[in-house]
């Protein structure tokens, strides 16, 4: 079957173990998370969640199923062919010497990309778009050296008026 | 009023209409059992195993319709509900598990008797909660019973550390219920049972399959009414047994691996299936890709997640089964499928469910067949898991819902004993047979001491045949007869039931059977027959592993040897 990258969004009543009850459903099945990321959401008391997963569209959208059976899970939608916004936020630190520091400079600049960090022999580089621009901005620096990236995963966001998904109903509209 | 939280446990219990606890104390609930003195309005049965608290509990919910509770302390307490939790996950029986855990400081620091029960038990419960404030316990048992009885019922568990248990704080009655992300489903989409009635009036061969759904949701009558009005003949699945009369001229039986033949033909050769309360389970589907090759479906359920699981699904309704088919009934017109009915009679000739067969040793589906004629169908029958479940599915006639209580999703062996017991502290009113075999029935066999001790006057009948039967047969039809770990070298189960003071008979002839089944029903407590039946006898129909339900093999009149067998290994 063939499997695709899906984009989970979920708003989550912000308890003990919410997480490790969605992760678990996850894991049973053998999916790899390509990634998860937690915050506040605009409602006290609840957390979003976006979740980024390999899989094919039937079994993904029994997981998703199956997470909105959650109690702690107020409601999850899978807005992967939604028009969305995506972005990730990088931290990397490259090797840099007083001959390559502005090569990296510029390279920064047209990625618009912050310099927050500068030590004699490195520059920390903190980037932020969808995960196609990071890569590509990786690959560049790489010839340098990279010595350590942190990489904080996909938040996403339906574009237009639509909140996040209370798309159960959604859902069944499409069904039928 | 300030109270402890052991109190307001007790206080929230009653409010939720607790009656009976099964459950077996420790040093981590031990100011929960303190507390029992106090209310003499909880029974509380003392059980010998964990275990055989969360499937009595079980048991208990399916004959009363009500929340079974059990209770354990921390650690290894916890730990042995978990099969038992398991069980009721898989058969969406609503439980409530409370178990003790170490004090708040001793959590996380692999104290004495302590295990991460909440997170053991996550894929098996509905949901979970581990009590930080005895201020918070009053509103979560409310939640917990809401959640475990509410949708698609399932065991909810609640960790509750010792020192919560003991402190003091004002009780205060919870409020309303609210979870902003607990959906219950209830009315199906209107198009869909538009669509769904349409296909249902067009429908030449039109065939019901019936599950457990219809008994949890209470709509026996409603799916009455369809199959009668629409005339269309039913098939249950093995826990949708009892939703649909037994003896109703349109009822073709169970379906599945050791479905009635003419049940499996029945879902080959229809052109319509409609899926009230089922989750087309493996053992009732066969080889999923050859599932009913000819048919449109309609699955009504009430989860979402279980709609076009497990096959295609032409008409998706999601909504309680009863709601969902009185709304139905509106649009079903009067319908008769006389060819389609003639046909599936002469299946029936064809395959018929095998009779007990003259010649030869004592047979189990005899035996069951004379303590259905002993009890006109009017008891509840509880059952362990193999051989002899299957024969009581097959050959005991179920009239109405909750009188068949049995393992079904999980397969627990030993479920019988402690599922009677639980049953019949459920309906004292009614006569419960636990049919066992001798695997399953050593499973929980300590239970017998709870009987006694508690007074529960079950009836039981262990199908001895010296085999994991069930496993037997595999290692018998697909495993070159290499019967390896299945003999068992049994004790006499007379003698043990005498050990706990419980009378019993040994019975290894046919003329036997019906004194002394008679004998047990008229004694006024617990009574055990170990029925001597034929060691290799096997269940038949039999759909083998991986292949289509149509591919079902019947009896081949094999030789069968002699009780008691020979060599064993």
């Excluded at chain 1, 997981?63 to 909105?68: E, H, T």
């Excluded at chain 2, 917990?144 to 019922?153: D, E, L, Q, V």
């Excluded at chain 2, 009614?430 to 300590?446: A, E, K, N, P």
Aim: net charge neutral.
């Amino acid at each position: 079957m063939a499997t695709t990258k899906h984009t989970l969004v979920a708003i989550v009543r912000d308890r003990p173990g919410v997480l490790n009850r969605m992760v678990s459903l996850f894991r049973r099945r053998g999916f790899n998370i390509d990634s998860i990321v937690v915050g506040h959401s605009e409602e006290p008391e609840m957390s979003r969640v976006t979740i980024v997963v390999n899989g094919s569209a039937a079994m993904v959208e029994q997981v998703r199923k199956q997470l909105d059976k959650l109690v702690d899970v107020v409601r999850i939608s899978d807005i992967t062919g939604e028009n969305i916004t995506v972005r990730e936020l990088a931290l990397v630190k490259v090797k840099a010497s007083s001959g390559t520091r502005s090569e990296i400079l510029e390279i920064a600049d047209i990625f618009r990309a912050n310099i927050v960090d500068v030590a004699s022999d490195s520059l920390t580089i903190e980037v932020t778009g969808d995960e196609d621009k990071i890569d590509s901005m990786l690959k560049l620096l790489r010839s340098y050296g990279i010595k350590e990236i942190a990489r904080t995963g996909r938040v996403a966001m339906v574009r237009g008026t639509i909140r996040v998904p209370s798309q159960v109903e959604g859902r069944k509209k499409r069904m039928i | 009023m300030k109270k402890t939280g052991a109190q307001i446990i007790c206080e929230s219990l009653l409010a939720e209409g607790v009656e009976v606890l099964f459950g077996l104390p420790g040093g981590s609930i031990l100011p929960f059992y303190d507390t029992l003195s106090q209310y003499p309005q909880l029974r509380h049965i003392l059980v010998r195993h964990e275990q055989c608290a969360a499937h009595a509990a079980d048991a208990y919910a399916r004959v009363t319709g009500k929340v079974g509770v059990c209770v354990a302390t921390s650690g290894p307490g916890a730990t042995n509900l978990v099969t038992g939790i398991a069980n009721a996950h898989l058969d969406s029986v609503p439980i409530v598990a409370i178990t003790g855990q170490v004090a708040r400081p001793f959590i996380g620091k692999d104290a004495f008797q302590e295990i991460d029960i909440t997170g053991i038990t996550l894929p098996i419960t509905k949901h979970s909660y581990l009590v930080h404030d005895a201020a918070e316990l009053a509103s979560i048992i409310k939640e917990a019973f809401y959640i475990a009885r509410s949708g698609r019922p399932g065991p909810v568990l609640i960790d509750v550390p010792r020192d919560v248990q003991l402190e003091q704080v004002e009780y205060v009655p919870p409020g309303e219920v609210n979870l902003p992300g607990y959906k219950v489903p209830t009315r199906g989409h209107p198009t869909q049972l538009k669509n769904a009635a349409r296909l249902i009036n067009e429908a030449q061969r039109p065939l019901i399959i019936a599950g457990h759904g219809v008994i949890i949701s209470g709509a026996s009558e409603e799916l009455k009414k369809l199959a009668e009005t629409a005339q269309v003949p039913v098939i249950t699945t093995l826990l949708g047994l009892g939703g649909f009369p037994g003896n109703h001229v349109l009822n073709y039986g169970m379906a599945g691996m050791h479905g009635t033949g003419y049940a499996n033909r029945a879902i080959d050769n229809a052109d319509l299936i409609v899926a009230i309360g089922i989750r087309f389970d493996d053992r009732l589907t066969g080889k999923i890709s050859a599932f009913a090759p000819h048919a449109k479906i309609i699955h009504i359920d009430l989860d979402p997640a279980e709609i076009g699981k497990n096959v295609r699904v032409d008409v998706p309704i999601v909504g309680d089964v009863k709601v969902v088919l009185e709304a139905m009934l509106e649009m079903i017109e009067p319908r008769e499928h006389l060819e389609w009915l003639r046909q599936l009679e002469d299946w029936r000739r064809q395959h018929p469910i095998e009779p007990a067969r003259e010649g030869s040793g004592l047979l189990p589906q005899y035996v069951i067949r004379q303590i259905y004629e002993a009890t006109g169908g009017d008891a509840i029958i509880v059952t362990g898991v193999g051989q002899h479940q299957m024969w009581t599915a097959q050959h005991y006639v179920f009239h109405e819902p909750g009188t068949f209580v049995s393992s079904g999703g999980l397969g627990t062996m030993g479920f019988g004993l402690p599922a009677a017991m639980g049953a019949k502290v459920g309906r004292p009113d009614r006569t419960v047979w636990l049919i066992d075999g001798d695997g399953s029935f050593q499973m929980t066999i300590q239970e017998l001491a709870t009987l006694v001790q508690d007074k529960i006057a079950i009836k039981i009948a262990i199908m001895n045949n010296g085999y994991l039967g069930m496993v037997r047969q595999w290692q018998e039809l697909f495993h070159g007869k290499r019967y390896i770990a299945t003999p068992l070298s049994c004790p006499d189960f007379v003698k043990v039931a005498e050990a706990y003071c419980i009378p019993g008979l040994r019975v290894t002839r046919r003329e036997e059977v019906s004194g002394a089944i008679a004998q047990a029903m008229a004694y006024h407590g617990p009574f055990l027959i170990s029925f001597a039946v034929e060691p290799e006898e096997n269940v038949f129909p039999m759909v083998p592993p991986g292949a289509s339900v149509a591919e079902f093999i019947e009896h081949p009149q094999k030789e069968v040897s002699v009780w008691p067998r020979q060599n064993t290994p």
